[in-house]
């Protein structure tokens, strides 16, 4: 049976308890990223692999988060929301957790309208079902009211805490999904997150620098990465498509080289809490997003505009 794959985000008001859900799929070890550039828009904060079993096919849930969809507050600008929208479009469904104790709120609305606008499916999730004990009965009249807000795909009633109901929210997602590639390979889901912030974070340095063509025309593929107590060793490559792009990434006497690698290097540094060793090279690989088993090893989003043609 095919692979169903996608990318999944959960929203939810402060306290619905995003955190406790996320740890209760993915473990605490894979929620780990910590510190991010501010002008990534999602990042990633589990990558789940699910084996097949009766009646649910094998599937790998990417769950990301997308910042600034929590907090909308006056300062949320015209061009905040439409990032948040956009953020939210490169997902393939949305998980919207509520606190089944609290009545719909001006948050709930407020991201009910992002969600609509993304035209994305939601899946709502009636979290903390355990504070009902023996009243599960209150759960009908507490659907109906959100009902009102969305028509929601699905309602799912858990609780993240006791990891009650989970099963059937994977069900759900997984029948959601759409059939996909394996975005991470299977066997080194654990490292994936900071070794492919780093990629992100030298590319967003690549873009900081340079111009027109080249930041489009540029993707980083991390080859190694080995993550010590103190010191962090990373190799990397910016792939480029011409020779003309490849001068100016490396600039007069490397000096453009240097300046990104220095800057990518304090970032990462913050994010690892190491010292970091980083090593770049610039290569240049014409025709680079048409070549499939090139654009495997890249990180998660550039694999996505590459499979979708977006960028
Ligand atoms: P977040 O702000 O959305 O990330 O929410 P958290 O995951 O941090 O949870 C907020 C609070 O709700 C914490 O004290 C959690 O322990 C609690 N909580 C989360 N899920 C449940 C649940 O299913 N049942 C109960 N009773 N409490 C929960
Ligand atoms: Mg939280």
């Known amino acids: 049976m095919p692979l169903h794959s996608g990318f999944v985000c959960i929203l939810g008001r402060p306290n619905a308890g995003k955190s406790t859900l996320l740890n209760a799929l993915v473990g605490e070890k894979l929620a780990i990223i910590s510190p991010k550039p501010q002008t990534t828009r999602n990042r990633i904060q589990g990558v789940m692999?699910?084996?097949?079993?009766?009646?649910?096919?094998?599937?790998?849930?990417?769950?990301?988060?997308?910042?600034?969809?929590?907090?909308?507050?006056?300062?949320?600008?015209?061009?905040?929301?439409?990032?948040?929208?956009?953020?939210?479009?490169?997902?393939?469904?949305?998980?919207?957790?509520?606190?089944?104790?609290?009545?719909?709120?001006?948050?709930?609305?407020?991201?009910?309208?992002?969600?609509?606008?993304?035209?994305t499916p939601v899946v709502l999730l009636l979290n903390k079902v355990d504070?009902?004990?023996?009243?599960?009965?209150?759960?009908?009249?507490?659907?109906?009211?959100?009902?009102?807000?969305?028509?929601?795909?699905?309602?799912?009633p858990i609780s993240a805490r006791k990891k009650d109901g989970l099963d059937r929210l994977l069900d759900v997602v997984v029948r959601m999904l759409p059939q996909g590639p394996r975005y991470f390979p299977e066997d080194q889901v654990t490292d994936q997150p900071t070794r492919f912030?780093?990629?992100?974070?030298?590319?967003?340095?690549?873009?900081?620098?340079?111009?027109?063509?080249?930041?489009?025309?540029?993707t980083v593929m991390v080859e190694r990465f080995e993550e010590g107590k103190k010191l962090t060793r990373i190799a990397a490559v910016i792939y480029c498509e011409r020779a003309g792009q490849k001068a100016i990434l490396l600039g007069k006497g490397g000096q453009m080289l240097k300046k990104i690698g220095t800057a990518a290097r304090l970032d990462i540094e913050k994010m690892t809490a190491t010292k970091v060793y980083l090593e770049l090279f610039v290569k240049v690989k014409a025709g680079w997003r048409e070549s499939p088993e090139f654009v495997e090893g890249l990180d998660w989003r550039r694999q996505l505009e590459a499979l979708t043609g977006e960028r």
Not at 74 to 79: C, T
Not at 131 to 148: C, N, R, T, V
Request: proline share 5%; charged share 30%; aromatic share 2%.
């Open 49 to 119: 692999n699910i084996p097949k079993q009766k009646g649910r096919a094998a599937a790998q849930i990417v769950l990301i988060d997308t910042p600034g969809v929590h907090k909308p507050d006056s300062s949320l600008g015209r061009k905040m929301m439409t990032e948040v929208r956009e953020g939210l479009e490169g997902c393939d469904l949305l998980l919207m957790i509520v606190d089944v104790k609290q009545r719909p709120g001006v948050e709930d609305k407020f991201l009910v309208e992002m969600v609509k606008k993304a035209a």
């Open 131 to 156: 504070l009902l004990g023996k009243e599960k009965d209150k759960l009908l009249p507490i659907i109906a009211q959100y009902q009102q807000l969305h028509e929601f795909r699905e309602v799912i």
């Open 197 to 218: 912030m780093a990629s992100e974070i030298i590319r967003e340095q690549v873009l900081l620098d340079t111009r027109e063509e080249v930041p489009h025309a540029t």
